[in-house]
């Protein structure tokens, strides 16, 4: 099977199985993604739904953030592991973004890697969630689901990514991250893939069997 056939197979499936490519995270605002994205490395989204609720009732303007006591923060995120760092990242990060880009989230990769704490999967998040931009999301599903499906070799997130950015199209690109992660937590496990319920199952070079091209 050509890559293109088994990209718009890939893509057809998931989109019947998971119509709604929506993010996990809850929010409302712009800066609002950015830390819950923050909150959720090394932790379930569940959990950093859980968590924000409360902390955006807490701190409910990016001013209050920017202005927060990082103790504070820490007091809530504290569950969602790491939260030394994360509270830290979170009130630089508000602040850069009112001395910087005039309180809103950039729109360009370039200007997001610059924030504390915002890596190349969480720019690429916000860029397709907020500004419905091209974006490659590379998780922990993404990487293990592409492996499987031969669209990607390899665990390293950027190499991953590179390599998802030459066969994915550019308007697909955003939504297919989002039905990774669904079809990740529902069918494809990392210990115990539901193979024989799998949707893709078709398209797994893991599943048939089939030689990496």
Known sequence: ME????????IAALKEAYPDALCALEYGKDYELMISV?????CTDARVNQVTPALFARFPTLESFAEADVAEVEDYVRTCGFYHHKARDIVLACQMLLRDYGGKVPDTMEALLKLPGVGRKTANLLLGDIYHKPAVVCDTHCIRITNRLGLAQGKDPAKVEQQLWQVLPPEESSDFCHRI???????????APRCEACT??????????????
Do not use: D, N, W
């Not at 923050?38 to 090394?42: G, M, P, T, Y």
């Open 3 to 10: 890559m293109q056939e088994r990209v718009a197979g890939i």
């Open 38 to 42: 923050r909150l959720s490395a090394q």
């Open 181 to 191: 992660v669904l079809h990740g937590r529902a069918v494809c496990t990392a210990r």
């Open 200 to 213: 893709l199952a078709p398209y797994c070079k893991t599943f048939t069997g089939e030689a990496a091209e």
